[in-house]
């Protein structure tokens, strides 16, 4: 996969398997490629050129990417943003049922008996009828996760979930990640923390400057001694 902004290669001959059950965290400067290759991976963004394969979905990148194709990938790919991007004028439940009534033209009935489940799950089965401008941001982004649930996607993508949140905030959607990663959910995480990639890793990708640097166990990672540039940064982000 090759992707170029303005005449500047982002992403240089990414060549990736993304494993089932697996929770996979991508690290790296300011700048390196982590969320460009996220928002590739769901079409967001479209390399100029490469191969994106889910299942039996195999698209050529180097033509144009159809509106099906496009749809056919987004829907087993659910993308959960920093920003939130809840519905305002819908109550949470609502915004957490939009997707698989709209799209996946679900029964309405079963599709709000699971939203509830996975409102539940997410610690927030008391805020249903709440608007979004009634929860805290950390309430938010559990929204949003739920949401991506909903839609029942073989990978859940995750743009630096918490970045937009304080401390303790942090830490309540955090837990959650932490929990969906223990159940065996597959996801691919960009974040800036370390102690939680530390802890919810089954693998870290490293990246700078539109290239794969590191690709392996997490515990390799932290442990690597031989390669500087990844202990210059682990030493860096230990200050933020």
Known sequence: MHKFFDGHEALKNINLTFNKGETTVILGPSGSGKSTLLRCINLLETPERGTLSIDDIHLDLSGSVSK???LAIRQNTAMVFQSFNLFPHMKVLENVI?????VLKKERIAVIEKGKMLLAKVGLSHKTESYPSQLSGGQQQRVAIARALAMEPKFLLFDEPTSALDPELEGEVLKVLKDLSEEGKSMIIVTHNLNFA??????????????????GET???FDNKENDRIQSFIQSMQFI
């Open 68 to 70: 099906k194709e496009r």
């Open 219 to 221: 515990k390799k990672f």
């Open 198 to 215: 530390k802890e919810v890793a089954d693998r870290i990708l490293f990246l700078e400057n539109g290239e794969i640097l590191f690709d």
């Open 98 to 102: 939009e997707g698989p009534v709209t």
